[in-house]
Nanobody, 115 residues
């Protein structure tokens, strides 16, 4: 049974940095896609960044140049390095993996950017 171990959320001041990590355990196949979505209060869930098993990244326009996604296929773990954080980055961040064409979601971790 697939389970997620997410870490790295928290409170940070504008301009600061955080690093999120998410390990997907209990799976046999390496996920085709790993990534992060976020949902702010009153808004729809949106893609932040994703990365293929081959290491090709995809970013939302709002985070390009500030966030970097990476993954360790040997550990089925995805990372999101977030720099130059802004108050509008405040949201619950959800880990996402696609395994054999099926989507799975983590429980979410809160990121709050505030002075």
């Amino acid at each position: 049974q697939l389970q997620f171990v997410e870490s790295g959320g928290g409170l940070v001041q504008p301009g600061g940095s955080l690093r999120l990590s998410c390990a997907a355990t209990g799976i046999i196949y390496s996920p085709e896609i790993m990534g992060w979505y976020r949902q702010a209060p009153g808004k729809q869930r949106e893609l932040v960044a994703s990365i293929t098993s081959g290491g090709f990244p995809n970013y939302a326009d709002a985070v390009k140049g500030r966030f970097t996604i990476s993954r360790d296929n040997s550990k089925n773990t995805v990372y999101l390095q977030m720099n130059s954080l802004m108050p509008e980055d405040t949201a619950v961040y959800y880990c996402h993996v696609k395994v054999v064409l099926v989507n799975f979601w983590g429980q979410g971790t809160q990121v709050t950017v505030s002075s």
